[in-house]
Each structure stands twice: as structure tokens, then as C-alpha cells.
């Protein structure tokens, strides 16, 4: 079994990383509760995605959201699990390893693209030697999530809007390529296009500060109201 010498080591080197990690991934931790487990605990914790739905373990972290019957107990509502004996099991340098692993989890909460947050940024404007992105499966996933979200969400609205939202296709891309506001949500179908489609923006969403099942189903509303349909 491990000592507790052999636990505070990693929990400093975890506390040298913290002091070290990108802005972004500094500020999306100041809500989230941070926990060292030597192994993968036992219920009653259970392991989930953004949307509640079971996922692929990764053996050296975890994102947990707080199961129903733990709010009374006081534990955090978003917490990252980092697992400690298979992330020294990588070889290495230790905390390099612990970086690697934490801005994996933040990136997989947050729907970014993997290495995004340790991606080195060009100071130079015009510089276009970086080489093309890479197809991201983890991206992709979250894009058919966020229908599959936006599905389930539409059964929540009224008849008539339900009926309009079955003739409009649905879909979730990363971030809007088309001229108007980049951080836009959404684009909404206008009544003369043929064929009608609402086009989510993934990236935005996850961004947007609110759950994003929430922040679809307020996009279909006014989908919907837009439409006269609600």
C-alpha cells in the first residue's frame, strides 16, 4: 500500500502544476474541485460525461458529477478525480505527467479539441507555418452528443413546436465558419430556406457558462418562437 509520505509528494507536485497551467485552464478550475485517489473509487460516485450518460473510462482521470443522493453530504457539485498509481505508472517526469493529464480532463469538460490547451500560440499574426489541425474523434463525439441532447430536449416543448422542429435538421458543428459573431450560439433557420436547418455551435455552448442541455433547450425555443411555433 502507499505511504502517506509518497501522497503528499503527488499532492505537491499536483499544487506546483496548478500554479502553472494556462489561464484558461486556471479559470475553468477555480469552480471545479480537484481529488487524488490512488485507484478508481467505488460507488457511490459513478462515472458520467457533460450529458449524464455513461462513458469510456480513462484510467488516469475521472470528471464526476454529484450523484442525487450526495447533495445532503455537502460534496462538491464538479469534481476531477486524478488517479494517482496509473499516472506514475506512465514513466517520466511526474509532474509533467500530471499537467498532461489534468488539461486532458479540462479539455474533455470543456469540449475542446485534445492538446488544445497545451498547444503553443504564435506570436507572430502572420505566422501559417503551425500545420493543419487534425480531425478531433473526441470533438465529433461531443457534436452528435449535443443532438442527441437536442433531441431529447424537444420533447419537452409544446406539440406544435415539437411538429416544427421534426421538419428542421438538426445539427452540431465546432465553431461558426460564416460571417457574423464568433461566439455565437447558434444560426436559426429562416423561413425560405430549403432545407431548414438549425446549426449548433459546439464549442460556444460548452462555453457559455450553463449546463449545456439548458442552453439547448433555450436554442430551440427561440428556434421555435422565431418560427411562430411556440
Known amino acids: 500500500m502507499s505511504s502517506e509520505r509518497e501522497r503528499d509528494k503527488f499532492g505537491y507536485m499536483l499544487e506546483e502544476v496548478l500554479k502553472g497551467l494556462p489561464g484558461k485552464a486556471a479559470a475553468f478550475l477555480k469552480n471545479v474541485a480537484i481529488t487524488i485517489e490512488d485507484r478508481p473509487p467505488a460507488p457511490p460516485w459513478r462515472e458520467v460525461d457533460i450529458f449524464g450518460q455513461p462513458r469510456e473510462r ?57 492538446g488544445e490547451l497545451s498547444a503553443p500560440v504564435s506570436e507572430d499574426p502572420d505566422d501559417d507555418s503551425m500545420e493543419d489541425p487534425v480531425d478531433d474523434p473526441l470533438a465529433a463525439d461531443l457534436n452528435d452528443k449535443l443532438v442527441e441532447v437536442a433531441e431529447t430536449e424537444m420533447e419537452l ?38 432545407p431548414r436547418a438549425l446549426v449548433l455551435y459546439a464549442q460556444n455552448i460548452m462555453k457559455d457558462g450553463e449546463p449545456p442541455e439548458l442552453v439547448i433547450r433555450r436554442l430551440l425555443k427561440e428556434a421555435a418562437s422565431r418560427a411562430g411555433t411556440l
Open 58 to 114: 480513462n484510467p488516469q482521470f475521472t470528471s464526476y458529477w454529484r450523484a442525487p443522493d450526495s447533495r445532503a453530504a455537502g460534496i462538491p457539485g464538479e469534481m476531477i478525480t486524478l488517479y494517482r498509481e496509473p499516472i506514475l505508472e506512465r514513466g517520466g517526469e511526474t509532474s509533467v505527467a500530471i499537467e498532461d493529464v489534468l488539461l486532458r480532463a479540462i479539455e474533455w469538460k470543456q469540449g475542446l479539441s485534445s
Open 157 to 194: 416543448l409544446t406539440t406544435t413546436a415539437r411538429d416544427w422542429l421534426d421538419s428542421v435538421e438538426i445539427v452540431a458543428v465546432d465553431l461558426p465558419e460564416a460571417e457574423g459573431d464568433p461566439n455565437r450560439l447558434a444560426d436559426f433557420p429562416e423561413a425560405d430556406d430549403e
